[in-house]
């Protein structure tokens, strides 16, 4: 059987269904996600994105070096990133799965870029 894993924004107008075990959980500590989410880093969890489905009013946000950020565009909930460095995947951030709890980080993204109080996963 596969697993299928759900989750959505705060305000439940935007949800998604996310098949399979995921590629990776990380944690990200680049300034750019510092800035979307206003959190010190951030944990994402990469899909394929043919495994990820949506239903709602998802908006996505595209920079001009083709970062595409999801959204839920009544309650601004960030969820999604996909981007040309990782054309065929769909990342999810981990606060928005209905259940987190078994999804536990593995690596570091842009550790140079970290907070110098920001813990790395311990290896």
Known sequence: MTEIRTGGCRCGAVRFA???????????????CRRATGAAFST?????????????????????DAVRRGFCALCGTPLSYSGRQWAAETHLLI???DDPSGLIPTADAFADERLPWAPLVRR
Do not use: I, M
Request: hydrophobic letters at 35%; charged letters at 20%; glycine letters at 12%.
């Open 95 to 97: 606060g928005t799965f």
């Open 44 to 64: 994402w969890v990469g899909y394929e994105s043919g495994l990820v489905s949506w239903t709602g009013d998802r908006a996505v946000h595209e920079t001009p």
């Open 18 to 32: 996310a098949q399979g075990a995921p590629k990776f959980v990380a944690n990200c500590h680049c300034r750019d």
